[in-house]
């Protein structure tokens, strides 16, 4: 427990509120289904870059990949870089595509919709099966930014593990029931900033009271010298082809990430895309630089001033900011890992209740329903998926990095080829969509399951590799998309 930790529940009370304002303003501008899970396509570049950068890196940023980089050094830029590779990617290639091919395709409200809209899909089984993938990996997801929250509220007031993840739970589900799309990307806007700011303040702070980084560096090689190499584990043995790939793959994900890619479908105009990118890539680029400078740093204080040992090193973020700033400022900084936690449990939430409410509700239950009942439904979505995602992160033993890489590997691999292949393949029918999203997330939950040799390699991998054959043989094994389906991709390429 922090001690003198009043004026970081003031702080911490102060931000909640805030959160809150701008959710009930949200509120106030929310009529629809399309305004409620796409915010009316009315995001600008910056809350649409911020909002996309926040909803991914989520409390792994604060937690994850500082104790990860507190644990194996360098060892962590194979992570971090493959993420930023795949950050700008991710824009690059698809965020003016899905934006344009998501309104043409019938204004496609989530990404089941896309699917069973782009290839005409009338049974509707692409848009169920997406969506029955998106509660699976989202309840894992979810589950591990409450695990964080706990994490948060255990070590900052002393609260019971399980309590302390009831009251994260209780302040995302809050403002995400009323406010919907837009309350969560103009919060994520406010939180991503936050989040970048105490990333860069912490490690720089660190490393002036040690002697700056040259200082920093030496300290690490005086410990040791195995965390400052790329090529080596912390332990000195060389990393092997599969542990290197394993990290770097991660940024292959973000083609598949639901909450990530309905950001793509808001922003306002495709004018907005580029600017967007430069800012999410600087934004992300600077976060997790700040990130692995906090678990560095993180080494030589726990070594200079706890004997080497720390419980639990995701927890290294907490611990510089306890011992380095006075408790209002601490209260702000912490304030950054309930913001991260906030801005992604918020939108997998919402795109978890999307797939309920328009998915499920609307595809096979009322086809009739009105906007106001299917925003009901989706609200009602959040509350009850919550409850779920907060019984799965009950475990004090969960780690952050563990189950948000079990998620990210299922989306990835389930949509990220089909997604791709999607947008630039005309030839591309229903049956090879149907392939991919079954091939690639069954394979992710297969391989999760099996362990040594080649079944170390992240699922990512696999998963994304035979997903794509799936498509491609599904595709050409079966007849060419109906002469409607190529003639509304003509006219979406034609809109670029």
Do not use: C
């Not at 999203?437 to 390699?457: A, C, E, H, P, R």
């Amino acid at each position: 427990m922090i001690e003198n930790n009043a004026a970081i529940i003031g702080t911490f009370i102060v931000y909640l509120i805030m959160m809150l304002g701008i959710g009930l303003y949200a509120y106030k501008r929310t009529s629809s289904s399309a305004d409620y899970f796409l915010g009316g396509r009315s995001l600008g570049p910056w809350p649409a870059a911020l909002s996309a950068g926040a909803s991914d890196m989520s409390g792994w940023l604060l937690l994850g990949l500082p104790g990860y980089a507190f644990a194996a050094g360098l060892e962590a830029v194979w992570l971090g870089g493959g993420l930023l590779l795949g950050t700008y990617l991710n824009w690059l290639l698809v965020a003016k595509r899905l934006r344009t091919y998501s309104f043409e395709a019938d204004d496609s409200l989530t990404l089941p919709e896309f699917f069973s809209n782009r290839f005409e899909d009338k049974s509707k089984m692409i848009q169920v099966i997406s969506a029955f993938f998106i509660l699976l990996f989202f309840l894992f997801y979810t589950s591990s930014g409450l695990v964080a929250g706990g994490k948060l509220f255990e070590t900052v007031f002393g609260l019971d593990y399980s309590i302390a993840v009831i009251v994260g739970t209780l302040a995302v589900v809050s403002y995400t029931l009323f406010g919907g799309f837009l309350a969560v990307s103009w919060t994520d806007l406010v939180q991503g900033l936050l989040m970048a700011a105490a990333l860069l303040i912490v490690p720089v702070v660190a490393m002036q009271a040690d002697g700056g980084i040259t200082a920093l560096f030496s300290a690490l090689e005086a410990k040791n010298p195995e965390l400052l190499t790329l090529w080596n584990d912390a332990s000195g043995e060389p990393l092997t082809w599969i542990a290197i790939v394993s990290l770097a793959a991660w940024g292959l994900g973000y083609f598949g990430q639901p909450h990530i890619l309905a950001r793509f479908a808001g922003i306002r105009n495709n004018a907005a895309v580029p600017t967007a990118r430069r800012i999410a890539v600087i934004w992300s680029g600077l976060a997790m630089a700040g990130a692995f400078l906090v678990g560095l740093t993180g080494i030589v204080y726990v070594d200079s001033n706890m004997g080497g040992s720390l419980g639990d090193g995701e927890t290294i973020f907490m611990v510089l900011v306890n011992a380095m700033f006075s408790p209002v400022i601490a209260g702000i900084l912490l304030a950054a890992i309930l913001a991260a936690i906030m801005s992604t449990a918020d939108s997998q939430l919402l795109v978890s209740s999307s797939a309920l409410a328009e998915d499920f509700y609307r595809n096979l239950l009322r086809k009739d329903a009105s906007q106001k009942e299917i925003v009901m439904v989706g609200r009602f979505a959040v509350i009850g998926l919550s409850l779920v995602a907060l019984a799965l992160a009950m475990n004090p033993d969960s780690t952050v990095l563990g189950l948000v890489s079990y998620a990210w590997a299922g989306f990835g691999a389930a949509f990220g080829p089909t997604l791709i292949l999607a947008l630039y393949w005309k030839r591309m029918n229903r049956s090879g969509a149907l392939a991919g999203i079954l091939v690639g997330g069954i394979t992710v939950v297969v391989w999760k399951q099996l362990s040594g040799g080649i079944y170390d390699l992240y699922e990512i991998v696999p998963g994304i590799l035979f997903a794509t054959l799936a498509i491609i043989i599904a595709t050409l094994a079966t007849q060419a998309p109906p002469a409607s389906v190529q003639k509304r991709f003509d006219v979406y390429l034609s809109k670029l």
